[in-house]
């Protein structure tokens, strides 16, 4: 499928130019011995000029594109590899615009010094242009985010579908597509809900009616506490950087704190909370391992499932609002 995507590329390029270079040998046979005019020769050299251009655009998206993909996916760079794509593309249209101009007449060294003097103007006139470029190039080396992460930027929420020259295009999860300016992005906050290794949190509460005993919720909490140390749902303490990096997350733990840093979360506490208006809660907080949207939903079903079973092993209610009505005596006349 590559060598015939590939080879289908290729034949409109390399067929044009196949012909206009029959076509320039036409033209040298007809004026043999003298040399062919100037003016034929500069076209024949600025159709040259927009054949290759194409044929070395047609190459990048084919049998490039595979190679520059393989790259992508071994790296873990998708946007840097996108970037350093979008530029070639450029460098090679702005070498075919200048091999054209030079043969069109124009003098392309005092054209390059002319744009020393209207560069000024033209940086002025295209300020949030190149602020949006220079935005782009320090997103893709800081790492805030990569292509397919779930984040939440100046209240768009979504996935990253591809940070370009300009604009981060984000799709949101009612499938709608959002373009957000690099300059933008830059002077704001970025949360991201994918830079996360182990820990997804869960907090809860878990009411019971006030007719439970002392003896009941001790045993309840410890239940609870046995139930999240055990289960191979929950994030555990030895789901850690310093567990899982090796020597080099133990020396930088002295720099860093690297769980944080890598993205593990594996606390977990369950206590009395407190007194409610009509219950007695039981505060129950943790991290699932996953962090995936089906996994954790997953997870968090299973244990929940797993606290009512707990609840109703200690002979335990659970409450719900309600209210109680005392009523006097009335005197009878």
Same mark, same amino acid.
């Given at each position: ?14 067929? =044009? ?12 046979? &007809?004026?043999?011995?003298?040399? #062919? ?16 251009? =194409? ?11 595979? #190679? ?10 998708? *946007? &840097?590899?996108?970037? /350093? ?64 992460? =779930?984040?939440? /930027? ?6 990253? %579908?591809? /940070? ?13 597509? #959002? ?5 933008? /992005? ?6 991201? =809900? ?13 009411? %019971? ?48 704190? &690297? ?23 039981? *505060? #129950? ?9 089906r996994g954790f939903r997953e997870a968090r079903q299973a244990?929940?499932? *797993? ?25 009878? *006349?």
């Amino acid at each position: 499928d590559i060598k015939t995507h590939f080879l289908e590329k290729l034949q409109g390029p390399i067929g =044009w130019f196949l012909f206009v270079y029959a076509l320039g040998i036409c033209f040298t046979i &007809v004026y043999y011995p003298v040399p #062919v005019d100037i003016r034929i020769s500069n076209i024949l050299y600025i159709v040259y000029a927009i054949l290759i251009a =194409w044929l070395a655009i047609n190459i990048f998206d084919s049998y490039g594109m595979v #190679v520059v993909a393989k790259l992508a996916e071994k790296s873990g760079k998708r *946007e &840097v590899v996108n970037l /350093i794509i979008k530029i070639l593309y450029f460098i090679i249209i702005v070498i075919a615009a200048l091999f054209i101009l030079a043969h069109l007449g124009f003098n392309i060294s005092a054209l390059i010094a002319s744009l020393g003097i209207g560069g000024l103007a033209v940086a002025l006139a295209t300020k949030d242009i190149i602020a949006n470029f220079f935005a782009s190039v320090l997103l893709l080396f800081d790492d805030s985010f990569n292509q397919g992460d =779930w984040v939440e /930027i100046s209240g768009i929420e979504g996935t990253i %579908v591809e /940070i370009g020259l300009r604009k981060t295009t984000i799709r949101t999860f009612d499938n709608s597509l #959002v373009f957000l300016p690099n300059s933008t /992005i830059m002077g704001t906050n970025i949360k991201n =809900w994918s830079k996360r290794k182990i820990g997804r949190h869960v907090k809860m509460f878990i009411g %019971v009616t006030y007719d439970a005993r002392p003896e009941q919720l001790e045993k309840c909490v410890e239940d609870i506490k046995e139930l999240l140390a055990n289960s191979p749902l929950i994030a555990q303490v030895d789901d850690s950087a310093l567990k899982k990096g090796g020597s080099r997350a133990k020396y930088r733990q002295n720099l860093v704190s &690297v769980n944080d840093l890598e993205g593990y979360k594996n606390a977990s506490y369950v206590s009395v909370y407190g007194f409610g208006a009509s219950s007695i809660d039981i *505060e #129950v907080y943790f991290y699932t391992k996953a962090v995936d949207a089906r996994g954790f939903r997953e997870a968090r079903q299973a244990i929940l499932l *797993e606290l009512m079973k707990i609840v109703e092993k200690n002979n335990l209610s659970f409450a719900f609002p309600s209210q109680s009505l005392y009523i006097e005596k009335i005197n009878k *006349e």
